[in-house]
């Protein structure tokens, strides 16, 4: 079983196709992959997987592919050896594309001029999800999926670009008035079957200990993100007492993070995040000494990594002329050696971003999964009230799952809010996370 959409639709139904256009994006995408394949240890780096090398992947929770195509899609739902086949009508290559295309347009406006720019691109994107129930998640969770509580997702192509998990469909009885994706189950993404399965074993073999915390150093100095990025490593450093390293302002650099991250268990990147959409192994974290730590950094260590956050701006998004599978940041760390992976698909507001990973890590570090840590995480901040979030804050630092200061940062810059409303219920506010691998 192939795990592109070039390998499952016969070439009579690709008609109004521009071939030329699609061997020149394949042409990059192979050059790309090549590229990777040239480096110690990445030989099979997205390489064709048999379909044992699926089922095998498939055993404890279902695989789901989804593959955009002319005229509808298809998803691919596979349990161990067994493989249902769903027609989705309205998941056309031309659909995805024409989505895709209006988020860069209006994100592009929004990240040039952020007061003007807001509006247009948080409209599409909540537009797009509401789309992405009808075209492909409600099909999935009302029918195959239905009673399956963790689901992983193989999106082919320029789906990967879309976030799946936030699709949603209205309903009454909730506090959004709203059913999204993350409501039926949590929602993991892979690149391939073997990744999955080298993420498992990983994840088998490596306990999440040894925390490195890797601070932003360019907003350190002074303004708003000040407080919230050191918040950020109070936090995280605070569920690991005793066993972490951290990295901060001017010591963020990247031959020390370099150094670092081989030892590490678990790594938390609070700082800038781009992504390189024409050359996707150069996208990266930006440092302290005014360099860049890029995927092609990352691809060439030796990690051992239970987990890394990538709490910084669109550190998920690919490469957007690569036709089938995609390169992005999360990707090269799984194939770098982490067996999970939690980044984000747009820039993300700073006290809704503290708020996530408040939640996820007190979900993770008392036993959940971290694709359920990070989805019970998300509806929380979703549908409580700023009430609700502050008798929560003031609970968890009077029982020392918090601290103090930390507490107080955050009670802070809720205090200005109405109590009864839900601040943080908008899908550019919770949803930006998504979970990679295991």
């Known amino acids: 079983m192939a795990e592109s959409t070039a390998d499952i639709f016969p070439e009579g139904g690709r008609q109004g196709l521009n071939f030329d256009e699609l061997r020149s994006a394949r042409q990059e995408l192979d050059d790309v992959i090549d590229e990777i394949r040239r480096l110690e240890g990445f030989g099979d780096f997205l390489a064709e997987p048999s379909f044992e090398d699926i089922s095998v992947a498939a055993e404890q929770h279902p695989l789901c592919y989804l593959s955009p195509a002319q005229g509808g899609g298809l998803a ?56 992405l129930w009808d075209a492909a998640m409600g099909p999935l969770l009302r029918g195959e999926l239905a009673d399956e509580d963790r689901v992983t997702l193989v999106p082919a192509g320029l789906l990967g670009m879309l976030p799946l998990h936030a699709a949603w469909t209205p309903a009454t009885g909730t506090p959004t008035g709203r059913r999204w994706a993350v409501d039926h189950a949590a929602i993991s993404y892979i690149p ?163 708020l996530v990973m408040t939640r996820f890590y007190d979900h993770w570090r008392a036993g959940a999964p971290p694709a359920e840590a990070l989805r019970r995480a998300q509806i929380w901040v979703r549908d409580t009230s700023n009430e609700e979030k502050t008798r929560f804050l003031d609970a968890a630092a009077d029982e020392g799952r918090l601290s103090p200061a930390a507490a107080d940062t955050l009670l802070d810059a809720l205090l200005p809010a109405e109590p009864a409303a839900r601040d943080e219920a908008h899908i550019a506010d919770w949803a930006a996370f998504a979970h990679f691998g295991i």
């Open 192 to 354: 391939n079957a073997r990744a999955l399965t080298a993420a498992r074993r990983i994840a088998q073999e490596h306990a999440p200990d040894r925390l490195l915390v890797v601070t932003d150093p360019h907003r350190t100095a002074a303004g708003g993100r000040t407080s919230f990025t050191a918040l950020e490593a109070e936090i995280v450093a605070g569920t690991f007492p005793g066993a972490h390293r951290m990295l901060h302002g001017p010591r963020a650099t990247v031959p020390a993070v370099l150094r670092e991250l081989p030892a590490a268990g678990v790594v938390h990147f609070a700082c800038h995040g781009f992504a390189d959409v024409g050359s996707p192994l150069d996208s990266g974290l930006s440092l302290a000494d005014g360099r860049t730590l890029r995927l092609r950094d990352l691809m060439g260590l030796d990690l051992r990594l239970r987990l890394a956050v990538l709490s910084s701006c669109e550190t998920s998004v690919p490469g957007t002329r690569l036709p089938d599978e995609v390169v992005a940041l999360p990707t090269g760390l799984l194939q770098a050696g982490a067996a999970g992976v939690v980044a984000s698909q747009w820039p993300v507001p700073d006290l809704p971003t503290a």
């Open 76 to 131: 691919l739902i596979v349990r161990g050896n067994d493989v249902n086949v769903l027609w989705l009508e309205d998941l056309s290559t031309e659909a995805v594309r024409h989505r895709v295309g209006g988020l860069a347009v209006s994100g592009a406006e929004f990240r040039a001029n952020p007061g003007a720019g807001f509006a247009a691109w948080s409209t599409d994107l909540d537009g797009t999800a509401r789309w």
